[in-house]
DNA sequence: TCCAGATTATCAGAGCCCTGATATATACGT
DNA sequence: ACGTATATATCAGGGCTCTGATAATCTGGA
């Protein structure tokens, strides 16, 4: 990986100007003592910086490559149906299928037995960016799973899926 | 907690009409299964929008309430010293700040000691704010703490805060 | 048959969050 | 003292995400 390998030592005084010493990430209440949300918070922002840190050079952001995903996995998907499945809005599931029927990577096409839903479909070119952005993504995957003990990986899984169950389903009455 | 009481069974029947049966959260792919990424992705988009919902009424968003509570627990904070702990980049703490600003609840002074830097606190307003938010998202707070088995939320607390440190320094190369 | 409710798609507006760029201010080595 | 590097603040632009509202479509029961 060889991401920080100090090429000079420029940088050995303070890192900031600041007066107070603030605390880093994993010291004081941004450690093990801060609230539940605020860590799940900031994992998720290291996470996503670093999902959209790999996927730049492909042209697509995550929110895309998780919508080409889901069409992947699950076959030709209506805007509904996706944001159910990613836990956004329809609104937000339709700019973001919107932005991908521009980049011509989604097609919309009518659904056969229902004059309303339109269904989207991978195009040749969804299918390339897909190609192109899974390798990325895997990368990040396995940076993630290495933080992870092996036998805390499983409880971890269920206790982020009981999150989102216990916590989604009740806001999902809007 | 009496979280889902089931009021009335009106529907009873399919939850969609949709043709296939597509996973719910917990589900297939959307379980213990699906990428570590996703699933993080997954329980954070559901604590943030039970958040949302909880701070709805007090005309706050989430990211503002972040910014409230910093200031009020390290002091007079400069935007760039808020992107830090914030894990956002100057240019959104400033958004953020600057609507916040618009709203009364903050205010900036320049820094004695350094020309460039503007300093934000908190005003009564900003105070009152924070007052009534907090015991909202407390209490969603314990409802994320309910889901967690007491022996599996230090491993937890250890787990979020390694991949804040291990994934989120490397991106503040940038 | 017809209407009420549910589902879907989409417009509008606001806030968050990013990258890129610009201008000012401080710190440090030469 | 000067110049480079570091920090800071902020403008501009675009994508994501939400709430609210509107219209079209379908389903099921009176």
Do not use: C
């Not at 600041?18 to 003592?33: F, H, Q, T």
């Not at 991908?100 to 004059?115: C, E, T």
């Amino acid at each position: 990986m060889s991401r920080k390998e100090a090429k000079s030592p420029r940088k050995t005084a303070q890192e900031h100007p600041v007066k107070r010493a603030l605390p880093r990430a994993g010291e004081g209440k941004r450690g093990v003592d801060g609230h539940l949300a605020y860590l799940l918070r900031q994992a998720h922002a290291a996470v996503r910086q670093a999902l959209e840190k790999a996927l730049a050079e492909t042209g697509i952001t995550h929110p895309q490559f998780v919508v080409l995903t889901l069409v992947r996995a699950y076959g030709d998907l209506s805007g509904a149906e996706i944001a159910r499945l990613a836990v956004i809005t329809p609104q937000t599931a339709n700019t973001i299928t919107t932005n991908l029927v521009r980049l011509g990577a989604l097609a919309r096409h009518p659904d056969p037995s229902h004059g309303k839903v339109l269904r989207l479909s991978l195009t040749e070119t969804g299918r390339n960016l897909l190609a192109r952005a899974r390798p990325r993504t895997e990368a990040v995957e396995r940076d993630l799973a290495a933080t992870l003990p092996a036998e805390f990986e499983a409880p971890l899984r269920q206790w982020l899926v009981r999150v989102a169950t216990d916590l989604g389903d009740p806001s999902r009455d809007r």
